[in-house]
């Protein structure tokens, strides 16, 4: 009898756990109803929505899966399944695709700049669990630094040689008792551009990528648009500079999607951990006052406001545009970069 009533106590147990489980995952399946496939996530009509295959590429500084998903519409999707191993990077990157996911009504509710198809690229994002979530992705999507190791394979140089041979030179000079001046730094740059990596090597590939002119010319079209949009966005919201990797261009259309985050909240909580600041009964540092993070906030919409304001007033555009590209493209500027960003390019 004891048995039984034990059984019986089990498989109550593993019935109302696998309620919740399916409650749980009801509620995931909830969040994604605005995309195209809410409808056979829910099981409008019975079939299983994933397809029968997984991929694993690298992507975000990452390895992911990629999996794809049939639409109620009948197209398929790709998304990838981000492990994220730091909570906070995954969040501060969020919080940076809602604010820009805001702004694009407004943008398309002016005719500028719905004449001229400005939008920022903003992927969905679905969480999953806090160590997990669904990112859309494109395939057809290229990296700046995987378009470039592609380049070097094709022309049978060592991705990572004009690295190599530019802490190299670095060390030749130092060994003789003197530091790398600026006109070192320059004649590198030079020599890495003449011998290893030429300059038009992006252009290089977009050529090869689009041979039709009507397809060069549509790329590097939308190509411009977005990387200026996302300079700007960059420039006023104070975010995080963009590496070579954290470019992603789609080779079908030239859409730029990258990964940005905010600092505000980040940066308060490393100086919390730098300093000696008093530690909760728990032994983390406390979180932030509600009226310094408002003041904190204030203060940076105050500077946003301020970096428009100074943006929006100017003469004449043509001499400002020409100053930044004589400045983007001069060899002074360049060869006083990190070489993890390839300068070169």
Partial sequence: MASVLAQERVDTAVISV??????????RVLTLESSPFSWVLAGGDGSTPFMPR????QKHNTAARRLYIRGHNGKIYPYLVMNDACLTESRREERVLQLLRL???????RKETTKRHLFFTVPRVVAVSPQMRLVEDNPSSLSLVEIYKQRCAKKGIEHDNPISRYYDRLATVQARGTQA???VLRDILKEVQSNMVPRSMLKEWALHTFPNATDYWTFRKMFTIQLALIGFAEFIFHLNRLNPEMLQIAQVDGILKTVLR???????????????????????????????LVSLVQKAVTAIMTRLHNLAQF???????????AAANSLDNLCRMDPAWHPWL
């Fill in 18 to 27: 696998t309620r919740l489980f399916a409650e749980c995952f009801e509620a």
């Fill in 54 to 57: 997984v991929e694993i590429v």
């Fill in 103 to 109: 702004l694009n009504p407004c943008l398309e509710k």
């Fill in 181 to 183: 001046s600026h006109q």
């Fill in 262 to 292: 905010d600092e505000i909240i980040a940066w308060h909580k490393k100086t919390q951990e730098d300093t000696s600041s008093p530690l909760s009964a728990a032994g983390q540092p406390e979180n932030m006052d509600s009226q310094q």
């Fill in 315 to 325: 003469e004449g555009g043509e001499s400002k545009v020409n100053t930044l590209v």
